[in-house]
């Protein structure tokens, strides 16, 4: 009995062994879809910045100008749904798309994290609905600041889940399985497949963001979560040039 239920003890710990390195590899190859989604997305809203500037101090700045400008960063980055810029109290001042400047944004959460942190320059935030359109992003946001440093709007990224949904195609792999993308604080930022019962959720307090917090960029947890208390084993990465952003792939562990 005794060597019976040392080979079955074996035969569990290479099993968890085994679906370690397996989430493990779906997570490193899931960072490597997002790690240049997100590069690009910073540097096309840099660039947006940057010719705002220009146009504003050349004295040409006006809606139809701004809109080709935003409309040519756009082009060559197929993710993002638009680029707005609000001004200091959350109106939108420009935007890729007409018929929505002067509307007051000043309640998204994007917006306030911004305003209320003048230390705040990149971030990509949690998936938003709109309550107007009813569609959802996820905001890639950069914080305007005046030439004294004084914060002076944001200009706002808003990325298609559709298009991570479509790069992280390994869900229909192994049933169960579920990849987000996270703050390394632990906030869920966006989870495919989509579930509702995990808005605004987050694994803080948890053993994956005790091993964020101690400088791991990869590794992998073993948790129980949910009302089955159903044990699941979570294999987590930061970002190549993100370090605040960590995907993390859960599986069943059976």
Request: zero cysteines; charged letters at 20%; hydrophobic letters at 45%.
């Amino acid at each position: 009995a005794a060597v019976v239920a040392a080979l079955l003890l074996m035969m569990r710990d290479n099993a968890i062994n085994a679906g370690e390195r397996l989430a493990g590899a779906f997570a490193q190859l899931t960072e490597q879809q997002t790690a240049p989604v997100i590069a690009s997305a910073k540097q096309g809203l840099e660039e947006t910045g940057e010719r705002l500037a220009a146009v504003t101090a050349a004295g040409t700045a006006n809606e139809d100008t701004i809109r080709a400008a935003f409309r040519n960063i756009l082009k060559d980055r197929p993710y993002f749904k638009e680029i707005r810029v609000l001004d200091a109290q959350g109106r939108i001042v420009f935007d890729s798309e007409p018929g929505s400047a002067s509307r007051d944004l000043f309640g998204r959460p994007h917006f306030i994290r911004h305003r209320d942190r003048p230390d705040s320059g990149f971030e990509v935030g949690e998936l938003f609905q709109s309550p107007s359109t009813g569609t959802s992003y996820i905001p890639a946001t950069l914080t305007l600041r005046r030439a004294n440093g004084e914060f002076s709007g944001v200009i706002i990224g808003a990325i298609a889940p559709q298009y991570l949904e479509a790069a992280w195609s390994l869900d229909d792999q192994i049933p169960g399985l579920a990849i987000v993308l996270a703050s390394e604080d632990g906030r869920l930022l966006m989870r495919v497949p989509y579930d509702a019962r995990f808005n605004g959720t987050s694994y803080g307090g948890g053993p994956l963001v005790a091993q964020l917090r101690a400088g791991r960029d990869f590794g992998t947890q073993q948790i129980v979560r949910g009302s089955d208390r159903a044990p699941r084993l979570l294999a987590f990465r930061r970002l190549a040039g993100f370090p605040e952003l960590v995907i993390v792939v859960g599986q069943p562990m059976e």
